[in-house]
C-alpha cells in the first residue's frame, strides 16, 4: 500500500464547477500536510499547507482529518488555468516529503 | 527569496556517460537538500537526502554508487548519474530546505530532464 493514495483521475470539469479531491495516508507519525500543484513537465509548486481546522487561500480550501488520516481539497469556480496536477504532500520528522501519485484535473471552457 | 536553480535544464546522453546535474540555492543557506526523480505519469520518488558535509542518505532500492550525491557546501549540491542507461531516463527534482527551518518547507528546483539514448 502507498503511503500516500489519490485517485489518478482525470478529473474533466466545466469552467466554473467546484471540484473536490481526497487523500489518505497510512503514517500516522505524519506531522505536516501540503498539496502542491504540477504543471506539465514542471516542478510541483506549493499550492497551500493543510491544518486540522481548515484552510481557505481563495478558490482553494483545504481540510484535515487527522483521525481518518485523510486530507482534501476543494476547488471553486473553477479556471481553465486551474488545469494541472495536484499533489497530496505529508511530512514527517526527518525531513521527509512523501508525494501521492497525484490526481489530474482539466477545466474545459 | 528562496529560489532554487537546477543545471542543465535538459541533457541528452549517450548510454555509459556519467552526468552531472547541479543544484543550488541562489539566496539561502541550505543544509539539507533532497533529489527526487519522476517518471512519466508517475509521482516524485525520493532517491535520496544530503546534508552538506557528510554523506548523502539513500533510499531504498536506490544505488549509491551509481547515483553520487556530493553536497560541498550550504548553496550546492549534485547528483552524478554515473554510466548512465536509457533506464535512467527520467525528470531529476532537487529541492531544499533552509538552514535553521522545521524542513517541512522545501524549495523545487525546476528540474532536469535527463534522456539516455
Known amino acids: 500500500r502507498k503511503e500516500v493514495e489519490q485517485d489518478p483521475g482525470p478529473f474533466n470539469v466545466p469552467e466554473g464547477a467546484t471540484v473536490a479531491f481526497n487523500c489518505t495516508y497510512s503514517n500516522s507519525a505524519s506531522q505536516s500536510f501540503f498539496w502542491y500543484r504540477q504543471d506539465c513537465r514542471k516542478e510541483p509548486k506549493l499550492l497551500m499547507s493543510?491544518?486540522?481546522s481548515g484552510n481557505e487561500d481563495g478558490r482553494f480550501t483545504a481540510q484535515l482529518n487527522r483521525a481518518s488520516q485523510y486530507i482534501s481539497l476543494l476547488i471553486r469556480d473553477s479556471k481553465l488555468s486551474d488545469s494541472a496536477t495536484y499533489l497530496c504532500v505529508v511530512w514527517r520528522a526527518g525531513n521527509m516529503l512523501t508525494f501521492g501519485g497525484g490526481t489530474r484535473l482539466m477545466v474545459k471552457p | 527569496g528562496a529560489v532554487v536553480s537546477q543545471h542543465p535544464s535538459w541533457v541528452i546522453c549517450k548510454s555509459g556517460t556519467s552526468v552531472k546535474i547541479e543544484c543550488r540555492s541562489l539566496?539561502?543557506?541550505?543544509?539539507?537538500m533532497f533529489w527526487y526523480r519522476q517518471f512519466p505519469k508517475q509521482s516524485l520518488m525520493l532517491m535520496a537526502t544530503?546534508?552538506?558535509?557528510?554523506?548523502?542518505?539513500?533510499e531504498q532500492g536506490v544505488e549509491k554508487d551509481k547515483f553520487l550525491i556530493n553536497h560541498a557546501s550550504l548553496t550546492l549540491s549534485t547528483l552524478t548519474v554515473t554510466s548512465a542507461h536509457p533506464e535512467d531516463s527520467s525528470f531529476y527534482i532537487c529541492?531544499?530546505?533552509?538552514?535553521?527551518?522545521?524542513?517541512?518547507?522545501?524549495?523545487f528546483g525546476p528540474g532536469t530532464r535527463l534522456t539516455v539514448l
Open positions: 493543510v491544518y486540522s
Open positions: 544530503s546534508n552538506e558535509g557528510s554523506k548523502a542518505t539513500y
Open positions: 529541492s531544499a530546505s533552509r538552514a535553521g527551518s522545521l524542513g517541512d518547507t522545501q524549495y
Open positions: 539566496d539561502f543557506q541550505a543544509t539539507t
